[in-house]
């Protein structure tokens, strides 16, 4: 089984609750971490992953993507998941679990990136396996919260599970 973990990062955070879902993932079936900027993915997929920071309470734009580099990230802000998603084949049913980055202090308020990737990539055909999860940073550079890159590679290992066993149950 072949799965993508595709992620959106500014200041680096995003990037690394990625690669702890693909850590997570791992032992259970074959994943690759493809950032957005790499473009569309090479192949079909038994499991597809999104992730990217809240911007906004929402996904970024170009103009808050900007805005992150204005503050100090070292990234293209060129291509981030909204525009990525815009250009996703159709999914088929192809199970798919989304994630974002948000701030702690304000985890109160509505609206998630995670929450708005979900919405389009299931008008694109693709089934929610578990509910859009957040993982939380100090402030808007980072650091991630203690813990949260030992709770995405958890999240991940509970992904696989949850699917490799629904498909043994398929037969
Ligand atoms: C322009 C801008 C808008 C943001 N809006 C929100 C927001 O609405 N809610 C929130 O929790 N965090 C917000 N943040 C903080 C980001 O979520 C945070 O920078 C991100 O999780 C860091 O991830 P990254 O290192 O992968 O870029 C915003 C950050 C920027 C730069």
Redesign the pocket.
């Known amino acids: 089984m072949r799965g993508f973990v595709v992620y959106e990062?500014?200041?680096?955070?995003?990037?690394q609750i990625a690669q702890a879902v693909v850590d997570g993932l791992k032992d259970h079936l074959d994943v690759e971490q493809h950032s957005v900027a790499e473009g569309p993915l090479s192949g079909g997929a038994d499991l597809l992953v999104i992730g990217g920071?809240?911007?906004?309470?929402s996904l970024s734009r170009a103009t808050?993507r900007q805005?992150?580099v204005n503050?100090g990230?070292n990234a293209d802000p060129t291509i981030g998941l909204r525009e990525w998603l815009e250009e996703l084949p159709g999914g088929n049913d192809t199970p798919f679990a989304a994630f974002d980055?948000?701030?702690d202090m304000?985890r109160r308020?509505p609206?998630s990136a995670a929450k708005a990737a979900a919405k389009v990539a299931r008008k694109r055909g693709y089934q929610l396996v578990t509910r859009p999860e957040s993982f939380y940073?100090q402030d808007?550079?980072?650091p991630l919260l203690d813990g949260e890159v030992q709770r995405a590679e958890v999240w991940g290992a509970q992904l696989a599970q949850a699917l490799v066993g629904e498909l043994r149950d398929w037969g």
Not at 53 to 57: G, L, N, Q
Request: proline share 7%.
């Open positions: 990062s500014l200041f680096g955070n995003t990037a920071p809240t911007h906004a309470f808050t805005d992150a503050q990230a980055t948000r701030v304000v308020l609206g940073v808007v550079p980072g």
